[in-house]
């Protein structure tokens, strides 16, 4: 076997830390880009040569001709979401890289998207926070042994199959939430002529990915929300409903751990969450506003605002050990940039108690106050610095304390969002 270089991206926070762009960065140097988990709830936007792409379940690796995009079999997807994203970003005439799709990805079904809409609009106060898009509950099919994995559409009894399946859930729908059914010859017509779009591209991508690192090939794993949404080790209960952490990599892309050898995570140099939660560092005034306009920090895909915050660095160490990350990336630090007084939080404070971990609980999460470090800020405009040395002395003290607490090396940072406002300060690909 030849020598491994494969490298995990991996939000470090409730995601929207800028994966997309991190893991287009590291696209033009790799040959293979597998996302291992989620939906089509985990928008990416990339921007380069002026223009902005945006795509939510297809790797962002596709932009690069040379690569072979894999989604895994920890995903879930929607098929027919799946070939209108194809369409769109096949018309953009950029000149796309190879996708391939595993037989053993769960389907994300029209039935499943009205659960989640009947299942979070029942939750009244206790509400999650879904996108609506049917992730959930096509997880708990998947756990519950009710799912439609796409290899199954290819079996001959495939379509007296899915009618059980589908006039169960029609069941539940009208006795639990009141839901008129609908029709079950218009959801398979739809289903099999998105397959047959895409048919010539599903395959067992375990087998693609393994033989590709053990020939030597670059292959980088994407993930999709962050580390604090990990159906385990994410905040629960409002995080996502698969794991999102680095560690499931190999699991959600049918691989040995061990052909595994770099994690990056990435963080902003500030804190957003969207939807319910605890948010012990959260800017509740006009230096949040401020940075949330400057920030653009609006969902890619729903356009809800963001909640905005100092960094957690105590959330960040978390993520740091339930992914086991080798090294951060700080993205969006320009937009720090005219802050007097830029604040780290190293600590919590539970119950006139000092902590320096993330609560099991809701409850104790929501109780605690965020201990703060006070550092200078700068005024400089950054977004045209091209070396760590080129950052202001306070900029450069800001990315060294936060290296520091977490005791983890800062591979890089970016002042903007092109591909060519990435500052790399150690090669780990």
């Known amino acids: 076997m030849k020598k491994i270089n494969s490298l995990v991206v991996v939000g470090s926070q409730w995601g929207d830390e ?14 293979v880009v597998v996302r291992f988990a989620g939906g089509d709830n985990a928008g990416h936007i990339i921007n380069f040569n002026g223009q902005k792409h945006k795509v939510t379940i297809i790797p962002s690796g596709i932009f690069n001709a040379n690569v072979t995009s894999v989604i895994g079999n920890g995903c879930v997807v929607n098929l027919i979401n799946l070939v209108k994203e194809l ?12 996708l391939l799709i595993s037989d053993r990805a769960q389907l994300i079904l029209p039935y499943h998207i009205l659960i989640d809409g009947a299942q ?19 997880y708990q099919d998947k756990t519950a042994r009710l799912g439609i994995r796409i290899a199954d ?22 006795k639990m939430f009141n839901v008129e059914p609908i029709s079950f010859e218009e959801t398979y017509k739809d289903l099999m002529e998105a397959y047959n779009v895409v048919k010539d591209c599903v395959t067992d991508t375990g087998i693609f990915v393994e033989k590709a690192i053990k020939d030597g090939k670059n292959v980088l794993f994407e993930g999709a929300q962050g580390a604090l949404l990990d159906i385990d080790h994410g905040t629960y209960p409002f995080v996502t409903s698969s794991n999102t952490s680095a560690n499931n990599a190999s699991t959600g892309t049918g691989i040995s751990h061990k052909l595994i050898n770099n994690t990056l995570g990435v963080v ?28 653009h920090e609006y969902g890619s895909n729903t356009k809800r605002p963001r909640r905005v915050g100092w960094i957690d660095l105590v959330a960040l160490k978390h ?43 809701t409850s104790k999460h929501e109780r605690c106050s965020a201990k703060y470090i006070s550092m200078p800020g700068w005024k400089e405009n950054i977004t045209q610095v091209k070396t760590f040395d080129e950052l202001p002395t306070n900029a450069k003290n800001y990315l060294n304390k936060i290296a520091e607490i977490c005791e983890t090396e800062i591979a890089g940072f970016s002042v903007g969002p092109d591909r060519l406002q990435t500052v790399i300060t150690k090669e780990i690909m």
């Open 153 to 174: 559409l290819e079996e001959k009894d495939f379509k007296e199959t899915f009618k059980e399946i589908f006039d169960y859930q029609m069941m539940f729908l009208n």
């Open 87 to 98: 369409k769109t970003i096949q018309a953009s005439g950029v000149k796309l890289g190879k």
């Open 18 to 31: 800028g994966k997309g762009k991190m893991t287009d960065y590291f696209a033009q140097k790799a040959d």
């Open 268 to 295: 902003k140099a500030y804190s957003t969450r969207v939807g319910a939660g605890a948010f012990p560092t959260e800017l509740l005034n006009e230096i949040g506003d401020g940075i949330r306009e400057r920030g």
């Open 319 to 361: 993520a740091i050990r339930t992914s086991g990350i080798d090294y951060l990336f700080i993205t969006l630090l320009d937009v720090l940039s005219g802050i007097d007084e830029l604040m780290i939080c190293d600590k919590y404070v539970l119950d006139n108690k000092e902590i320096e971990y993330v609560p099991s609980t």
């Open 120 to 138: 979070e609009d029942s939750r009244g106060a206790r509400k999650i926070g879904t996108t609506k898009r049917g992730i959930g509950p096509t």
